[in-house]
DNA sequence: CTTAAAATTTAGTCTTACCTAAATAATTTT
DNA sequence: AAAATTATTTAGGTAAGACTAAATTTTAAG
């Protein structure tokens, strides 16, 4: 059976939440999944006694996905970047504007659906921030890009992938020019608050450690 | 307060179940939504005591829409059949396929989302079975069509609707070239069966009851 | 190592939207 | 007009998924 579109979300931010190997915490996730920490107990456990268990969770150890349930996961998130690629090319949306509907449509598109946008959008591979859509057979691509902040000065690179939710910050770098699939190039690098002179198109900004974290980059050989 | 998927199941079922000017039944109610008769009393119950009221209710005497219910009904059905419209046009549904698909997205999507698909289509004023789209106002155009039925020998029409849910039924019209914007000419009534005897491009079809009052047309002057 | 703070879990409620079984009302049949 | 059938409503439950308040564990500080 499908799971219900909260079980879907909270699979969604766990796979989210534990990218970085450790175990998702209950204060994590009421707090990406605007819930009170009691109401994320509660739920983590049901899903813990499912069969096959969703989620493995040990008593105040956090959770991780089991395989069932990162392939739940994995199914939700290529749901979602698939629409957000097909809003913003058919629709006309923005990449600030496509999350909140993407979040909402994710849980009732068929599988039918699903395969029609990704032959129409020709099975993109990065949705419109650059995150990579799982593949039709739930396998996440391994993501070989590097954060723009360990480039330095001389050093060229396309932007691949921009993470961020807040719509200013996001319209802020489109205003840049910051966008995925953009040449750019380094021209100097400061050891002192670790800014970075970057040249995109004819411009030049002095980006902030805040903000190039958040842009990943393929260097140029 | 958007109403919740379920209340806007039952306003859009009411409103279609009350266009021929009468109150809507428990059990009609029931049929139509999969649910039973004691749930559909436990909802109206429940819309009618709503501020602002959503049905006007005498218990053993069934439902009709107020005017905010019926607001609230046109917008749903605006959502589905835009949707139709758009699931034909940009993702090559079949008429017979798009309507299990609108029937869930037609309670996440934004009213942005309806403005963007809207306007993508040119404003259309039917969907894909022709049935007439709510205006973004939420007044439903008057449908001035004539059931094939009705028609006689010589007379000539265009297809404008087709009332059917049945996929079944649906495939078998789209095989006779019987689908919205086609043109038709009546070559023979016979009065014993109601069969009409009809022309549909260089193709004459003998066609039944069950199915000429299910074809709606505008005739030729 | 003991205490204070923070995180987590338990216990008990609430709301929504269903259900079944039983009671009642309305409509048909005899 | 009474009896039988059908339609509708009431009463009492269940399941999901949230919440608050209180209890417990874990972690951090002194
Ligand atoms: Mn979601
Ligand atoms: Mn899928
Ligand atoms: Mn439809
Ligand atoms: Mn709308």
Do not use: C
């Not at 990406?32 to 069969?51: C, D």
């Not at 090319?89 to 029609?116: K, M, N, P």
């Not at 129409?120 to 990065?126: D, M, V, Y």
């Amino acid at each position: 059976m499908k799971p219900s579109t909260s079980i879907q979300d909270y699979l969604k931010r766990i796979y989210e939440l534990t990218e970085n190997g450790l175990p998702a915490s209950t204060n994590d996730l009421a707090r990406e999944l605007n819930v009170r920490p009691a109401s994320v107990t509660g739920m983590i456990q049901k899903l813990a006694a499912e069969k096959p268990a969703l989620v493995e969770y040990q008593k105040h150890q956090g959770v991780t996905l089991t395989s069932a349930g990162k392939r739940a996961a994995l199914e939700v998130i290529r749901h979602h970047r698939l629409l957000e690629a097909w809003l913003v090319q058919t629709l006309g949306y923005s990449w600030d504007e496509v999350h909140e509907e993407a979040e909402r449509l994710e849980h009732v598109i068929s599988e039918d659906f699903e395969r029609r946008i990704a032959a129409a959008l020709g099975n993109p591979t990065r949705d419109p921030h650059g995150e990579l859509i799982p593949t039709a057979d739930l396998k996440m691509p391994v993501d070989d890009t590097t954060p723009l902040s360990s480039l330095r000065a001389s050093q060229s690179a396309t932007i691949q992938r921009v993470v961020a939710a807040d719509p200013n910050l996001l319209r802020h770098l489109d205003s840049l020019g910051l966008t995925p699939g953009i040449q750019i190039e380094v021209i100097e690098y400061s050891e002192f608050d670790n800014n970075l002179t970057v040249k995109v198109g004819r411009k030049v900004n002095v980006l902030g450690l805040n903000i190039t974290t958040k842009i990943f980059v393929e260097i140029q050989k």
